[in-house]
């Protein structure tokens, strides 16, 4: 989903390590069409 750009994953590099994902705006986008199918 990364290499796609649908999410955005952050490292941050310090003892103990941490990752945090969070959406893109492609994936925002994609919200309402989800929604929908969903429907």
Do not use: W
Request: glycine share 0%; hydrophobic share 35%; no cysteine.
């Amino acid at each position: 989903m990364e290499d796609d750009k649908l999410i955005i994953r952050k490292m941050y590099h310090k003892i103990p390590s941490k990752v945090e994902y969070s959406l893109s705006n492609t994936s925002l986008e994609l919200i309402p069409l989800i929604e929908h199918v969903y429907e």
